[in-house]
Nanobody, 121 residues
Framework: QVQLVESGGGLVQAGGSLRLSCAAS????????MAWHRQAPGKQRELVAS???????NYADSVKGRFTISRDNAKNTVYLQMNSLKPEDTAFYYC???????????????WGQGTQVTVSS
């Protein structure tokens, strides 16, 4: 079994910063792409940022220049540094990873349980 556990969400004023973490654990052989998604009330889930094992990064236009995604392969962890937060960044943030399992290798898509980020104006 493989699981992702997010942490670091909370309430912050506009202009402030938060850092989200997502740690993977379990029967992991390797982790390929990792990503952060978010879903605001009444809206569809959207991709915020993604990062490959080789450190190639991609960002949604709405967060470019404000958010930074990074990963620590030794710790099986991905981070999302969020600066200059805006009220429209308020959402439930989910971690996602493409993982190759140990044993008979299978590539699976795993999601965390999410963490709430609320930005007050």
């Amino acid at each position: 079994q493989v699981q992702l556990v997010e942490s670091g969400g909370g309430l912050v004023q506009a202009g402030g910063s938060l850092r989200l973490s997502c740690a993977a654990s379990g029967s992991i052989f390797s982790i390929n792409a990792m990503a952060w998604h978010r879903q605001a009330p009444g809206k569809q889930r959207e991709l915020v940022a993604s990062i490959t094992r080789g450190n190639s990064k991609n960002y949604a236009d709405s967060v470019k220049g404000r958010f930074t995604i990074s990963r620590d392969n030794a710790k099986n962890t991905v981070y999302l540094q969020m600066n200059s937060l805006k009220p429209e960044d308020t959402a439930f943030y989910y971690c996602n990873a493409e993982i190759t399992t140990t044993g008979i290798p299978v590539v699976i898509d795993v999601w965390g349980q999410g963490t709430q980020v609320t930005v007050s104006s």
